[in-house]
């Protein structure tokens, strides 16, 4: 994918000379973050240059949303974290089976929400599996600590408290982990309205009033008595070469769909089509198209939207390539994100599948009416930042017990549960204080990376 690209000599240059400065930046992190202005432009330049000439101005728009905060720099550069992690040593709570556990890779505060899974329960959890490859477990745990380090600065939290949410998440994955070992429970576990509190309720009382007729009237109208996309800034109409290259897609969409979830073709009738800009931060670039269907009902009410997402390797086969073998998801990226998706969570929207659009693999699913973000801005005081950090540590846990063995053995064969406890087991206090020591190592070095991105952006060095 990227052995086609053509560098400016500059860049050629940095890059030869990062590779030998990789392992130090990051081993420095254990002690003090380390400017890395050149290993930064570079990685910057590599991972995005793939995508400069299909939609230049996302990733214009890209870069806007990652200058807005350290937070929002780290959320757009997984392949950064990865890289770091591809030169990191082990730790003494990771083995080989650990290695195996299917993780998300890219967790941050930013990917949970409120949803309703296909049995109509309001659930909070993760809505994002674009990365989900084989890893180690702590690869999510790592992630996920340096959000909460960044968005508890971002809030204006002290050090002290940033260090404990770190703690209070890990304590509150751990004991989880150690609630599903040597059961099932995890295949039917799900935090709810009843038994939340503070922001993730209320994320998920918002998310229950949300209405299918709410989302169609944010992104449609009906003219001539059909229901049809609204052009803006957002949502803008495909030329036909296009528009038939995504109805093909559909066609071969339905052929990933389990004949047990596939309905009637009328279902899948096509409306209308419109390319999707401005969505997320670390997949900008990439094209996401909105398609509308007919759904069960000839008439207006119950149109569904399907989103069409371009997929590309996930950021974690950076740090283990091959980990997830390719037999696994016919060497199709949109169907690994569909397989992450389905193992980790229940109940998985019937929708789901997967696409080629001109040769480029899609993951699809639906726009979900019933969506909501959970809104870290709200998170300004200890006590309910904790209470939430503490109810994501659960989620993980959960996912990451739930895609073990018990989704697929030929894939994961291991209980990752049982692995993870016992190898933590008798060790908590320390596990705890060696990801929060790293959470807010790597965070001082996103910060410095971020200054080292905002200086490039004012000088005009190519970033894509």
């Not at 709570?93 to 556990?101: I, W």
């Not at 989900?132 to 002290?160: C, H, K, M, P």
């Not at 931060?281 to 008439?299: A, C, F, N, P, T």
């Amino acid at each position: 994918m990227f052995a086609s690209m053509s560098l400016p000599t500059a860049l050629v240059r940095s890059l030869a000379a990062m590779f030998g400065a990789v392992l130090w930046g990051f081993s420095a992190m254990s002690e003090a973050a380390t400017p890395r202005d050149a290993w930064v432009v570079a990685k910057l330049y590599f991972y995005q240059h793939p995508y400069a000439v299909q939609l230049p101005q996302e990733l214009q728009t890209k870069m806007q949303k990652m200058a807005a905060s350290p937070f929002a720099f780290f959320r757009g550069t997984a392949p950064l974290f990865f890289e770091d992690v591809r030169t990191a040593p082990g730790n003494r709570f990771e083995n080989l089976a650990t290695g195996q556990t299917w993780i998300n890779g890219d967790l941050h505060l930013g990917n949970f929400g409120g949803f309703r899974d296909a049995n109509g329960n309001v659930v909070f959890d993760t809505n994002d599996f674009d990365e989900g490859y084989l890893g180690q477990y702590t690869w999510d745990l790592r992630r996920l600590a340096v959000s909460i380090v960044l968005a508890a600065r971002e809030n204006g939290l002290g050090d002290t408290a940033q260090r404990q949410l770190v703690i209070d998440f890990t304590e509150a994955y751990l004991n989880k982990i150690g609630d599903f070992r040597g059961n099932n429970d995890e295949l039917g576990y799900r935090l709810t309205v009843d038994n939340t509190s503070g922001i993730v309720k209320d994320t998920l009382q918002k998310s229950a009033s949300q209405t299918r007729a709410d989302l169609l009237a944010k992104y449609t109208q009906i003219a001539d008595g059909r229901r049809r996309f609204l052009t803006t800034d957002e949502l803008r109409p495909v030329d036909e070469a296009t528009a038939n290259a995504v109805r093909a897609g559909m066609t071969a969409y339905l052929d990933s769909l389990a004949a047990s979830k596939r309905q009637a073709p009328d279902f899948y009738a096509i409306r209308d089509i419109r390319l999707k800009l401005g969505s997320g931060i670390g997949s900008l670039g990439r094209h996401r198209y909105y398609v509308l269907i007919e759904g069960s009902d000839i008439g207006n009410g119950d149109d569904i939207i399907l989103q069409l997402k371009q997929t590309a390797i996930s950021a974690v086969a950076i740090a283990a390539p091959g980990n997830l073998p390719a037999w696994t998801y016919n060497n199709h990226e949109g169907q690994r994100a569909a397989r992450s998706m389905k193992a980790a969570l229940s109940n998985t929207d019937p929708l789901v599948g997967w696409t080629n659009i001109a040769g480029q693999p899609y993951l699809v699913r639906e726009k979900s009416p019933y969506e909501v973000d959970f809104d870290i801005t709200r998170l300004t005081g200890y006590g309910a930042f904790s209470t939430a950090v503490q109810y994501v540590g659960k989620v993980v846990a959960k996912n990451h017990a739930a895609s073990d063995q018990d989704y697929d053995t030929s894939i994961v064969p291991y209980s990752i549960d049982k692995q993870i406890d016992s190898i933590v087991s008798g060790n908590k206090a320390a596990f705890k204080a060696e990801l929060a020591d790293f959470a807010v190592a790597y965070a001082d070095q996103v910060q410095l990376d971020y200054q080292s991105f905002l200086a490039a952006r004012r000088n005009g060095t190519p970033l894509y």
